[in-house]
């Protein structure tokens, strides 16, 4: 009888150490403040996002800082659940679902303070050299054109950096992250440079997940019950307000 007991007491344990695995989503990012952080407590504003929405659904959701290319690589093989905020391109969707948007990026020029240039186009762009992220969604139009040289850095604080020393012409990023991560990593630099008035690109912040991960549509559909419930419950605008994004 006491090994009839043990036996069904380590079966339910086993059990429901299963259904709580099922109920973990793994996330991997780089460093992208305020949006992924790993010096915040909450590690920024999409992890708050991504755990109000699924949270109450009863999933626990785990981060994992790397590179961004390390992050896409391993997301888009399956080993990792989710990206928690990822630009919206047509060659991503191959391989990836992505949720209902978020947030919203505006990407701009970053030039050294006094410089004239003004972004009008591609073909402003003409001899120049651009420092770009690894890795990062531009668009194909950018991504494409031969009129100027790309330069290829790790992160954006790497490429400001480059453009302070006269190692590249432009770098570019949304206003928001170039802010937010020269004020934690080296706020002197602030001093040093000025955005483009116009945008390269406006994109879409959402959660994205492996076509070939079983639990893709899963994961995704949660996110979208629970993005549209902290809308109408008011918890996606208070996030927001907390960063000054609403």
Same mark, same amino acid.
């Given at each position: 009888?006491?090994?009839?007991?043990?036996?069904?007491?380590?079966? *339910?344990?086993?059990?429901?150490?299963?259904?709580?695995?099922?109920?973990?989503?793994?996330?991997?990012?780089?460093?992208?403040? +305020?949006?992924?952080?790993?010096?915040?407590?909450?590690?920024?504003?999409?992890?708050?996002?991504?755990?109000?929405?699924?949270?109450?659904?009863?999933?626990?959701?785990?981060?994992?800082?790397?590179?961004?290319?390390?992050?896409?690589?391993?997301? =888009?093989?399956?080993?990792? @659940?989710?990206?928690?905020?990822?630009?919206?391109?047509?060659?991503?969707?191959?391989?990836?679902?992505?949720?209902?948007?978020?947030?919203?990026?505006?990407?701009?020029?970053?030039?050294?303070?006094? @410089?004239?240039?003004?972004?009008?186009?591609?073909?402003?762009?003409?001899?120049?050299?651009?420092?770009?992220?690894?890795?990062?969604?531009?668009?194909?139009?950018?991504?494409?054109?031969?009129?100027?040289?790309?330069?290829?850095?790790?992160?954006?604080?790497?490429?400001?950096?480059?453009?302070?020393?006269?190692?590249?012409?432009?770098?570019?990023?949304?206003?928001?992250?170039?802010? @937010?991560?020269?004020?934690?990593?080296?706020?002197?630099?602030?001093?040093?440079?000025?955005?483009?008035?116009?945008?390269?690109?406006?994109? =879409?912040?959402?959660?994205?997940?492996?076509?070939?991960? +079983?639990?893709?549509?899963?994961?995704?559909?949660?996110?979208?019950?629970?993005?549209?419930?902290?809308?109408?419950?008011?918890?996606?605008?208070?996030? *927001?307000?907390?960063?000054? *994004?609403?």
């Amino acid at each position: 009888m006491k090994r009839l007991l043990m036996a069904l007491l380590v079966g *339910l344990l086993a059990a429901s150490g299963a259904g709580a695995e099922g109920k973990k989503i793994t996330a991997a990012a780089d460093p992208w403040p +305020p949006f992924t952080d790993p010096r915040s407590p909450t590690q920024g504003l999409s992890m708050e996002i991504l755990r109000a929405a699924v949270g109450p659904q009863g999933y626990e959701v785990e981060l994992r800082f790397m590179p961004w290319t390390r992050a896409e690589e391993r997301v =888009t093989a399956g080993e990792i @659940d989710v990206i928690p905020s990822t630009w919206t391109t047509e060659e991503r969707r191959r391989r990836l679902l992505f949720s209902e948007p978020y947030a919203i990026n505006e990407v701009k020029f970053v030039k050294r303070k006094g @410089d004239p240039f003004e972004y009008e186009g591609i073909e402003s762009l003409s001899g120049k050299t651009v420092g770009i992220v690894r890795g990062y969604g531009y668009p194909e139009a950018f991504k494409g054109a031969t009129n100027f040289r790309r330069r290829e850095a790790n992160d954006t604080l790497s490429n400001v950096k480059r453009l302070v020393f006269g190692l590249v012409d432009l770098t570019l990023e949304d206003r928001i992250v170039l802010v @937010d991560t020269l004020r934690k990593s080296d706020p002197a630099l602030l001093d040093e440079i000025e955005l483009t008035k116009n945008s390269l690109s406006t994109q =879409t912040l959402s959660i994205s997940c492996a076509i070939v991960n +079983p639990r893709c549509q899963e994961i995704i559909d949660a996110f979208n019950r629970g993005l549209e419930e902290i809308k109408a419950d008011g918890t996606l605008d208070r996030v *927001l307000a907390g960063y000054r *994004l609403k």
